[in-house]
């Protein structure tokens, strides 16, 4: 998974609770993606970053927030979770030799009860 | 939503056969791409093809787009149990932050 992590790969939790997850990447690469998947909806981009500190909103961020504190390290926060985030979610990276193609983490599974 | 739209949404063929999907989106790209997704698994790059080009050839891939209609259409030939994933396309429209908009995409089952 070209040196991109997730963590936890699997987290169930209670509504109204906060939920972080983690991506790591090794490839020092610039832009970094959260996306979430949803039966019959495909990838959703849920935020972005073109760089440390500098992030963007995606199709779907409402209820998300995101920091980039390092290169490597994009984290993905939901504030206070509820059932409309249960879903899958993937980290994304880009940049190096191949600049327009995204390589994905493993996913998260998130729960949310 | 920009979201392009994938047809089939589910394919069945038997091992040997050629798989046709096709993609759809509704703004002028840069490019499209074409990605795999094995069940439980993140999604991996397959080919990309410029909005200049109008055919590309990976392996037994091959790509096609058609900026008049707003289309492409992924080949795979001689398929293997194997090729049995979920296949997205995803198209980049315009500007400098590498943003994918992502179809719903296809179910491909290759039968033994």
């Known amino acids: 998974d070209a040196g991109i992590t997730q963590s936890p790969r699997h987290k169930v939790t209670e509504t109204g609770t906060p939920v972080t997850l983690r991506c790591h990447q090794t490839e020092n690469h610039r832009y970094m993606y959260w996306y979430r998947q949803d039966p019959g909806h495909g990838l959703r981009l849920i935020h972005y970053?073109?760089?440390?500190?500098?992030?963007d909103k995606g199709e779907v961020s409402d209820g998300y927030s995101v920091s980039r504190s390092k290169t490597e390290d994009f984290l993905l926060t939901l504030e206070s979770a509820t059932s409309s985030q249960t879903s899958v979610y993937f980290c994304?990276?880009?940049?190096?030799?191949?600049?327009?193609?995204?390589?994905f983490g493993p996913g998260t599974r998130l729960t949310v009860l | 939503s920009q979201q392009g739209e994938e047809d089939p949404q589910a394919l069945s063929i038997q091992e040997g056969e050629n798989a046709t999907m096709n993609c759809s989106y509704k703004t002028s790209i840069n490019n499209l791409q074409w990605y795999r997704q094995n069940s439980g698994r993140g999604l991996v790059h397959l080919i990309l093809i410029r909005s200049n080009e109008r055919e590309k050839h990976s392996g037994r891939l091959r790509v096609t787009l058609d900026t008049s209609k707003k289309s492409s259409s992924l080949l795979i030939t001689a398929s293997r149990a194997a090729d049995t994933a979920s296949y997205f396309c995803a198209t980049e429209h315009g500007g400098a932050t590498n943003k994918l908009i992502f179809g719903t995409g296809t179910l491909l089952a290759v039968q033994p």
């Open positions: 994304a990276i880009t940049g190096g030799d191949e600049p327009d193609t995204q390589y």
């Open positions: 970053s073109y760089g440390v500190k500098d992030t």
